[in-house]
């Protein structure tokens, strides 16, 4: 049987490269449902491996059994140097608890960094419109400014609001702008920006790692494919797709922040959604989202499993 720190390291390992090998996966967009269920057990999963896996490597010598007494076996190798062995062992602990410690520190506080961040701005954001937006019948239920580009956006919570340009009324017919509304109430039915968060946090956390920022934003565009979906329930698909390009075109798709957008500012992420929408794919069968949902449930299971029992 291998040692809790083996294998805590090896799926610490291979949540990473788990997660390379999706961000360039393309069946996600058919079930970004379950995608996004997987990446985020990736992401949980990989934290509390690489914070368990310190832990572990720094815990008391022989409670491991191999695991236990590989840092002691290589700390002794370094008996000729001025230091005793036993010492340096104990610092070498010492310094990898450390670092497990201050892992587990930084990705609890940049969650909670983002989070006061996002609720500061939406707070800000709320208080321009009572001052500036308006009400308009062409857009029920929605919020108007008078500004002549195109946006289209909502801004999440308890006071939750959709936000429509003038000059999206102006761009769009009345058939898009209901389309529109139907993606951003999708939205903030599903709290979507709560999905987002946590790769937010993890892009403060390592805003050097390409494959963090990949992560974000191939989980930003799965949430809106995802409300796409929801919004097909209510309008056809056309109108949507449609809605997109104009304000694509338009340069809109701009949104403040802690806000999500109906339309990205990215060209390559808009025809990916309009094509998704106009030529759609074969759903995944049940039982492929089942077997992710199980990956993603294993995910977790396995480092919280080894966790419980080890400490």
Same mark, same amino acid.
């Given at each position: 049987m291998f040692p809790p720190v083996f294998v805590l390291a090896a799926v610490a390992g291979g949540t990473a490269l788990g997660a390379a090998a999706l961000a360039s996966a393309?069946?996600?967009y058919r079930a970004p449902g379950a995608a996004i269920l997987l990446w985020q057990a990736l992401g949980l999963s990989w934290g509390l491996a690489a914070v368990g896996s310190l832990a572990a490597l720094g815990a008391v010598p022989g409670r491991y059994g191999v695991a236990g007494g590989a840092l002691s076996g290589a700390i002794r190798a370094l008996r000729t140097t001025a230091l005793g062995a036993p010492t340096l062992i104990a610092v070498a602990r010492l310094a990898v608890l450390a670092a497990s410690a &201050? *892992?587990?520190?930084? *990705?609890?506080?940049?969650?909670? =960094? &983002?989070?006061? +961040?996002? $609720?500061? =701005?939406?707070?800000?954001?709320?208080?321009? #419109?009572?001052?500036?937006?308006?009400?308009? %019948?062409?857009v029920p239920g929605a919020l108007v400014v008078d500004h002549p580009a195109a946006a289209a956006y909502c801004v999440p919570?308890?006071?939750?609001?959709?936000?429509?340009s003038a000059g999206t009324l102006d761009l769009l017919d009345a058939a898009e702008l209901a389309a529109v509304l139907a993606h951003e109430r999708a939205h903030l039915r599903a709290r979507h920006d709560l999905v987002l968060l946590p790769f937010s946090a993890l892009g403060r956390a390592f805003p050097w790692s390409r494959l963090v920022r990949q992560a974000h934003a191939t989980v930003a565009l799965l949430v809106e494919m995802l409300?796409?979906?929801?919004? #097909?329930?209510?309008? %056809? @698909?056309?109108?949507?797709a449609t809605a997109l390009l104009r304000v694509g075109a338009s340069?809109?798709? $701009? @949104?403040?922040?802690?806000? $999500?957008?109906?339309?990205? +500012?990215?060209? &390559?992420?808009? +025809? =990916?959604r309009? &094509?998704? *929408?106009? +030529?759609?794919?074969?759903? $995944? %069968?049940?039982?492929?989202?089942a077997l992710v949902c199980c990956t993603a449930a294993l995910l977790v299971a396995v480092p919280v499993t080894l966790l419980l029992l080890s400490f």
């Open positions: 393309r069946w996600p &201050a *892992l587990f520190a930084l *990705l609890c506080w940049v969650l909670v =960094a &983002a989070s006061a +961040t996002v $609720l500061v =701005a939406r707070r800000r954001h709320r208080d321009l #419109l009572s001052l500036l937006a308006h009400g308009d %019948p062409k919570g308890l006071r939750s609001r959709i936000v429509i409300a796409d979906d929801r919004a #097909l329930r209510h309008r %056809p @698909a056309r109108e949507l340069g809109g798709g $701009l @949104a403040p922040s802690g806000a $999500l957008a109906a339309a990205s +500012t990215a060209e &390559a992420e808009v +025809t =990916a309009v &094509a998704r *929408l106009l +030529t759609p794919q074969a759903r $995944l %069968p049940l039982h492929v989202k």
